[in-house]
């Protein structure tokens, strides 16, 4: 397997606009998870997904943060409208069978919003 | 509630030299405990975890880490690092039974010097 795949790896976008980020997961895996990494704020999870089921996004920081997962295969973090604040790098990560068992990260978006 | 601290922003070794990065825990229960290593512009990879039985426990690289219940501590070692082990490492807990979403400490930079 590939592992988990995100793109894309670096978006730079304006203020105000639409940013979308997506991610495959470990074919397989159950769990799915998106982590936000700045050096202020370190890594924080902002939403998971069971079976492609949101289960807890109560780290979303605002109604400006949306994510899916249509399938097993694909999900996306969506931020609209885009603020330079949410500058940062974006992680997925999918697990499978949930918490006991070790999370495989992707490589990261690098988003800067200017 | 859950937390975790690494107390140390940055460690310094020598080459050769055996090495800890050292993290503490907080929960009600008892834990779930992992660590994982993160290189310059990539995603968390997993080194190791505890989930129960033998206090030691050995990942991957030559790393180890001890569960201390009495201490509520995991620290990672290393008998001999090697300047490729320098990077970011991060310890993260969770609570057994609990619905809560893994903790990530503030990571740890470690710097192995030739």
């Known amino acids: 397997d590939a592992g988990v795949i995100q793109s894309p790896r670096h978006e730079v976008t304006e203020m105000g606009q639409e940013v979308t980020l997506r991610c495959k997961p470990i074919?397989?895996?159950?769990?799915l998870f998106w982590y936000r990494q700045t050096m202020m704020r370190g890594l924080e999870l902002l939403i998971y997904?069971?079976?492609?089921?949101?289960?807890?996004d109560s780290g979303m920081p605002e109604d400006r943060f949306s994510a899916k997962m249509p399938n097993a295969s694909f999900s996306t973090l969506k931020i609209q409208p885009s603020e330079p604040r949410d500058s940062a790098v974006y992680f997925c990560a999918s697990s499978f069978r949930g918490w006991n068992t070790e999370a495989f990260f992707g490589q990261g978006t690098r988003l800067t919003v200017v | 509630a859950q937390s975790v601290a690494q107390p140390e922003d940055q460690v310094n070794v020598a080459e050769g030299n055996p090495l800890t990065v050292k993290c503490t825990y907080s929960?009600?229960?008892?834990?779930?405990l992992f660590w994982y290593v993160q290189y310059p512009n990539r995603g968390l990879q997993f080194l190791l975890k505890y989930i129960t039985g033998d206090n030691l426990v050995k990942g991957s690289y030559g790393f180890e880490a001890e569960f201390n219940k009495s201490q509520t501590s995991f620290h990672l070692k290393k008998p001999s690092a090697l300047v490729s082990d320098s990077a970011l490492y991060f310890c993260?807990?969770?609570?057994?039974?609990?619905?809560?979403?893994?903790?990530f400490g503030s990571g740890t930079q470690l710097t192995v010097l030739p």
């Open positions: 074919s397989g895996h159950d769990y």
């Open positions: 929960v009600s229960g008892n834990p779930y």
């Open positions: 997904f069971n079976n492609n089921v949101p289960i807890d």
């Open positions: 993260a807990v969770r609570e057994t039974g609990s619905a809560r979403q893994l903790t």
